[in-house]
């Protein structure tokens, strides 16, 4: 292989990519990162202004970029997405469901609301992104999914367990539709994030934020820009005969 075609590996110049969560975290990271390698980008979150003010940070670093504001629970909202991506730029060739809802209820104390909740944002709203989304990705031939989840769908959660539940049947769905789209030039493919340095993180309090970082066996959570690596990869023509696979980016927190 040469330098042009190792270069070209993950040049993503006229693509169009859909970021869900795509404001602050994790998801703005890989917002960059696509944006970087010529992507344009659609960010999408429930405030409004930050999908704005995301938006014109990706510009102000040379990218095409609109935000669309989207509650992932809300089907009629995700169907939106899909349609104002196409208003804007013609097609969808990239779909990164990052959106997450961390609510944590114990058992015992589990709620139908709460698992609407959960399961909606964590679970429903990404696979009917991708239903919505799908004639888009298959028209372009080189289509990529790749859903975030998470290290905890693969370990004991008794205090997570509907984010847990949501992770885990998110990468069931990950490889059923790798299993389906396939013949369609899809790739699908997740990513699952250890202990980030994010404000979902932090929100369990300096104590338990601190014990997630140690757990692994690099004892420190990751700098959301380590997770742009990975996620070009299965995004790009670098991972062009990945499908159906999982990525584990933790540290070494998860044995597989």
């Known amino acids: 292989m040469d330098k042009d075609k190792l270069a070209k590996l993950h040049d993503l110049t006229g ?15 890989i917002a960059e990162g696509l944006a970087a390698s010529g992507a344009k980008v659609v960010v999408a979150s429930r405030k409004a202004d930050a999908c704005a003010s995301t938006v014109d940070h ?22 939106a997405l899909v349609d104002k991506t196409v208003e804007a730029f013609g097609r ?23 698992w609407e909740k959960s399961l909606g944002t964590n679970l429903r709203g990404p696979v009917f992104l991708v239903e919505r989304a799908l004639p888009h990705l298959e028209a372009t031939g080189n289509g990529a999914i790749l859903n975030v989840i998470s290290a905890g769908a693969f370990l004991f ?20 539709m790798a299993a389906s789209f396939a013949a369609k030039g899809i790739r699908v493919n997740a990513l699952a994030p250890g202990t980030v ?25 990751a700098h959301p820009d380590e997770m742009v690596g990975p996620a070009l990869l299965l995004c790009s023509d670098a991972g062009s005969f990945i499908t159906g696979q999982v990525i584990i980016a933790d540290g070494g927190l998860t044995p597989h």
């Not at 990706?58 to 169907?79: C, E, N, Q």
């Not at 060739?93 to 609301?113: H, K, Q, R, S, Y």
């Not at 959660?157 to 059923?176: E, F, I, P, Q």
Request: hydrophobic residues 50%; charged residues 15%; glycine residues 12%.
């Open 157 to 176: 959660s008794a205090n997570t367990a509907m984010y847990a539940a949501g992770k885990a049947g998110l990468m069931a769905m990950t490889r059923s």
């Open 58 to 79: 990706l510009r102000a670093l040379g990218a095409d970029a609109i935000g669309v504001p989207t509650h992932m629970g809300d089907i009629d909202a995700v169907s």
């Open 197 to 221: 340095d994010t404000d979902m993180v932090r929100n369990n309090g300096p104590e338990a934020a601190a014990s997630m970082a140690r757990a692994s066996f690099m004892r420190r959570a």
């Open 15 to 29: 693509r169009v990519a859909i970021v869900t969560g795509g404001t602050r975290g994790i998801g703005l990271a």
């Open 92 to 114: 969808i060739d990239i779909v990164v469901n990052n959106a997450a809802n961390a609510l944590t209820l114990p058992f015992g104390e589990l709620t139908t609301d709460g």
